[in-house]
């Protein structure tokens, strides 16, 4: 079942958004986690989260939020993050993650859901090659 991400969430969000952060080589810190934690409970910040309850666990997650299209002159959305425990691979959840994200962005008049994933990404890129599609464009960033 998708839902939104609720204050009870927290310990089990914790633990698949360290785990997230390991696939990415990311490290991970309280500082980090305390502050994602409340963007996602504070109703006013941007960045929203759903999550994937299987049996009253949480085992899927994915955050998202507005960002403003200048050159279309509208809004569209953008998922940040997306993670599936690796027990619960291969149950299609990141794909039901994926179509609420399109659920979401009708909801709220974007024309688009947007997101980026590392070039080595090959087996979320496999999914993502079959719900949406990918663009030409290359991803820079100025440090």
């Known amino acids: 079942m998708i839902r939104k991400i609720q204050p009870k969430d927290k310990k089990q969000w914790e633990k698949l958004y360290k785990g997230y952060a390991d696939f ?25 989260g759903v999550v994937y309850e299987v049996d ?20 569209i959305g953008f998922l940040d ?17 994926i179509h609420k994200m399109k659920e979401i962005s009708k909801a709220k ?4 859901m947007r997101w980026i994933t590392r070039d080595d990404n090959v087996r979320a ?7 949406a599609e990918k663009t ?3 991803v820079y960033e100025l440090k």
Request: with cysteine.
């Open 56 to 75: 009253g666990n949480i085992v899927g997650f994915a955050h998202y939020r507005r960002m403003p299209r200048p050159l279309r002159g509208q809004d």
């Open 125 to 131: 890129k496999s999914l993502y090659d079959r719900v």
């Open 81 to 97: 993050d997306l993670f599936v425990d690796p027990k619960y691979r291969g149950q299609k959840i990141g794909e039901k993650l």
């Open 136 to 138: 030409n464009w290359d």
């Open 109 to 112: 008049g974007w024309d688009l």
């Open 24 to 48: 990415y080589k990311v490290e991970m810190s309280n500082k980090i986690l305390q502050t994602v934690w409340n963007w996602l409970c504070d109703k006013k910040h941007e960045v929203n």
